[in-house]
């Protein structure tokens, strides 16, 4: 799902009203070269001219980058925030590029609506995460967010009061509490044929490197960051999961330079087993 499809399906949930200037904070977060003068006439430009891409602007000073994956035009750190403040959507994506407009004349919004509360934001984060993880911690329901233990720990212990949630213990956790739905424990498959799966680097089961371990044993390294010479796998390589122990590293795109051919590296994983879900893995021969 793309952010404007989110964006439709959570209307209220990411929404904060349009900011009238930054905070030092926002302006630290933009790409290299950035600033408030570049978020500023960014909107601008949109305002006047109407829905942009990231190649319709042309007159940005050049800056080096700072990372691989960085854009050397500081109005791409400015759209990236804009967009996160919620004054920008994405109304249009084609392959990796995407086409920016203002939210409300893209929604056709005369006046913005309220925003969620604190309360719906995070009982919205923790239903999320019951839905795509099934057992929940305290760590993964605010996974890349800061200064929520404690109003996240209040709501996660009012529901297993009210009975909407049980606490599970998780082998290996030690101090880190796992909560889950009782119909979800319920509706456990029986042990039968194993499924395998092939999954994206940004599957749920699989981003949360440490999560994955701990339940799994294999905490994947998503190489497309990796400088090429300190690949071991692939620049898109994907974990192949075996009914409940992952097996293998599957690489479906092959890079040449800034393209990539059709092709299929595949790797084995030697796994021994320990108890419950905990596995172990040992890469046992080189990627091609």
Known sequence: ?????????????????????????????????GGPKDYHRVIRTIRENGPITI???????????????????????????????GVVTISERTGMLKTYELTGRHFGWTAWPKPATERQILDNLIDAALRTQGIVSIDSVRYTRRN????LTTLLEGRVRRKELVP???EGAGSLRHWTAPETLEALPEPGDELT????????????????????GY?????????????????????????????????LAQQEGWSFKVGIGWATLASHCASGLKTSFIASRPFN
């Open 55 to 85: 190649r319709d602007i042309e007159d940005d000073v050049l800056v080096e980058k700072e990372f691989l994956w960085a854009s050397r035009k500081p109005s791409k750190g400015a759209l990236q925030l804009a967009f996160w403040n």
């Open 197 to 216: 799966h092939i999954l994206s680097p940004f599957d749920p089961l699989v981003r949360q490197r440490e999560r994955t371990e701990l339940f799994f």
């Open 219 to 251: 905490k994947h390294l998503f190489e497309a960051y990796v400088p090429k010479d300190k690949r071991k796998y692939g620049y898109f390589a994907l974990p192949v999961l075996v009914g409940d122990r992952f097996e293998a590293i599957v690489d």
């Open 168 to 170: 599970v213990a998780v």
């Open 1 to 33: 799902m793309d952010a404007c499809a989110r964006l439709r399906a959570n209307l209220r949930l990411p929404l904060l009203p349009p900011p009238n200037a930054l905070t030092p904070q926002e302006a630290g977060a933009l790409e290299p070269g």
């Open 148 to 151: 929520l233990v404690g109003p």
